[in-house]
């Protein structure tokens, strides 16, 4: 397994470029399953969860290729069901079951589990396909859909924690093909669920409201093959951001969207950065000293929980208290042990975390435990002095192109181990 070292205390400089949306892109391949036509996907990054997801698109019978950030795709003829181990890797394949059922009428796959940062269940998704008219059955490990017809009905989709991201994505995708009208309500906003959205509309379906609380799918008798260009990463470009404050730098973003990060970006701003928008992204740095804030992670447009590790990673740096307050995924706190490795002083509270900030972190050993929490472990490690190794990369390459080869890019020390 690769690991990272990383020897601290260089300031990030210069100009980084944002790729395709990790979360946009598997449900917008997900959503080629939907039509037998051609599709092309462009700004597709090279990740391994992308690669992975091709793995499913071709098991399921569809031609799949994959060059220099394009994806074709045509789903000729496919299957309804998705090898189970394949499925079960990768949490985010649960949406290829959206545009199965839609378009055969019947999807199986494996229940996917729960995974590090919490239980991820999918009764939403499942009580979205029930309102469509699918008989829904969990048997020997398969969830199992199927329907002789899909009627559009309204439908609540809001949870414990509010919307659903997927949960939408694939109810989305199973109503576009059903007779009628569907009303999504408390539908996810997440400008993943927008870009979906827009790639099915290029396809031929008829979808109003994404980005609100309230969606409404009229269903079409079929699409079409469409060609789409994934929105730039909102969460890969707040990392940048929060690493150029994180390590006293100067970067410039290209490609980020302001308009999808407003929560981090001023919750950036109390913490002491100076944000400055330039004709295609952002320019990031200190304006003076960093300043303690609170955090609570909520759907969009709140606080990203995919972006909560990261900013961690800066307040552990940052003098005083500051509390982060996790809403989505009760245990996405794994990075608050290797964090304390490097010296930070942060404690659990229930949902929250205590971060005493200020003294200064020393390089050590780490293992990353999740993508997001890797990330936060790159960023503490080039803020800190000395050497920190990070071990199984693995996970940050899953939504991450290329993040060493971005850093040094940027200055930063940091070099890839790879075992064989
Ligand atoms: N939930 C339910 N029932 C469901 C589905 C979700 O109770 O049927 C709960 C979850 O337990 C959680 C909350 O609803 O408390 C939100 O989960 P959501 O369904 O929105 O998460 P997801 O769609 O499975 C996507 C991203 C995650 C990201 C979350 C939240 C993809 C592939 N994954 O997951 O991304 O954290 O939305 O924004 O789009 C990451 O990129 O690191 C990552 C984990």
Not at 77 to 98: N, P, T
Not at 221 to 243: F, Q
Not at 280 to 298: A, E, H, M, S
């Amino acid at each position: 397994m690769d690991s990272f070292l990383i020897k601290g205390g260089t300031p990030l400089h210069g100009t980084v470029a944002v790729s395709g949306a990790k979360n946009a892109v598997l449900p917008i391949m997900a959503a080629t399953l939907l039509t037998s036509e051609p599709c092309v996907i462009r700004r597709v990054p090279n990740l391994s969860d992308v690669r992975f997801m091709a793995q499913i698109l071709t098991w399921l019978g569809a031609e799949v290729s994959m060059k220099e950030g394009t994806v074709r795709v045509q789903a000729r003829k496919i299957r309804g069901a998705g090898d189970y181990d394949l499925v079960r890797k990768m949490r985010g394949s649960i949406c290829i079951m959206g545009p199965l059922l839609g378009r055969l009428k019947k999807a199986m796959v494996s229940l996917p589990g729960g995974c590090v940062i919490g239980a991820r269940p999918i009764n939403l998704h499942l009580k979205g396909f029930e309102a469509l008219g699918a008989k829904v059955v969990i048997e020997a490990g398969y969830v199992q859909a199927t329907a002789k017809r899909l009627v559009g009905s309204a439908m609540f989709l809001g949870g414990r924690s509010g919307s659903t991201v997927l949960g939408t994505a694939n109810v989305m995708m199973a109503a576009v093909l059903a007779e009628g009208v569907t009303v999504i309500e408390s539908a996810a906003c997440e400008p993943e669920v927008v870009d979906l959205a827009t790639f099915l509309n290029a396809m031929g379906a008829r979808i109003t409201g994404a980005g609100s609380p309230t969606m409404t799918i009229t269903g079409v008798k079929e699409l079409h093959g469409a060609e789409h260009e994934v929105i730039p990463d909102r969460i890969e470009a707040a990392t940048y951001a929060i690493a150029a404050v994180a390590t006293n730098g100067d970067v410039t973003i290209r490609g980020a969207r302001p308009d999808h990060i407003h929560a981090i970006l001023d919750k950036l701003k109390g913490a002491g950065a100076r944000i400055d928008c330039t004709s295609d992204g952002l320019q990031v740095r200190r304006n003076g000293k960093l300043k303690p804030v609170d955090i609570t992670t909520l759907p969009y447009s709140g606080f990203p929980t995919d972006a909560q590790a990261q900013m961690m990673a800066l307040m552990t740096l940052t003098p005083g208290i500051s509390i982060i307050t996790e809403r989505i995924f009760e245990s996405r706190f794994m990075h608050v042990s290797e964090l304390t490795r490097l010296g930070a002083d942060i404690e659990i509270e229930g949902p929250s975390a205590i971060i005493k900030g200020g003294k200064p972190l020393s390089g050590a050993p780490v293992m990353a435990s999740d993508l997001r929490a890797s990330a936060a472990l790159v960023i503490a490690g080039m803020a800190a002095k000395g050497t920190t190794q990070v071990n199984r990369v693995y996970h940050i390459d899953r939504g991450y192109e290329n993040i060493d080869g971005k850093l040094r890019q940027l200055g930063a020390r940091i070099e890839r181990i790879e075992e064989s």
